[in-house]
């Protein structure tokens, strides 16, 4: 049984910064893809950031910039290193992690931006 355990989410002020982590546990092989998604009260969930097997990254235009993923392939954890943080990224924050024939989706974490 895989489990995808975040970390890292609370509240900080705009300008502000948050690193959160994703560990899987259980046993997990043949990764694609590791991302982060967010989703915000009365909003559809989005893809923020993804990286793949080889080390490429894909982000939303919202966040380029501003944002780094990052992945540990032997402690199966991808980050998510969240600088200069905005009212609008304010959302539940869950991390997953796609493989052959699997798709695993963490319990998701609070991001709360705000003065």
């Known amino acids: 049984q895989v489990q995808l355990v975040e970390s890292g989410g609370g509240l900080v002020q705009p300008g502000g910064s948050l690193r959160l982590s994703c560990a899987a546990s259980g046993s997990i092989s043949n990764i694609y893809f590791m991302g982060w998604y967010r989703q915000a009260p009365g909003k559809q969930r989005e893809s923020v950031a993804r990286i793949n097997s080889g080390g490429s990254t894909t982000y939303a235009d919202s966040v380029k910039g501003r944002f780094t993923i990052s992945r540990d392939n032997a402690k199966i954890t991808v980050y998510l290193q969240m600088n200069s943080l905005k009212p609008e990224d304010t959302a539940v924050y869950y991390c997953?992690?796609?493989?052959?024939?699997?798709?695993?989706w963490g319990q998701g974490t609070q991001v709360t931006v705000s003065s």
């Open positions: 997953r992690v796609e493989g052959g024939g699997y798709d695993y």
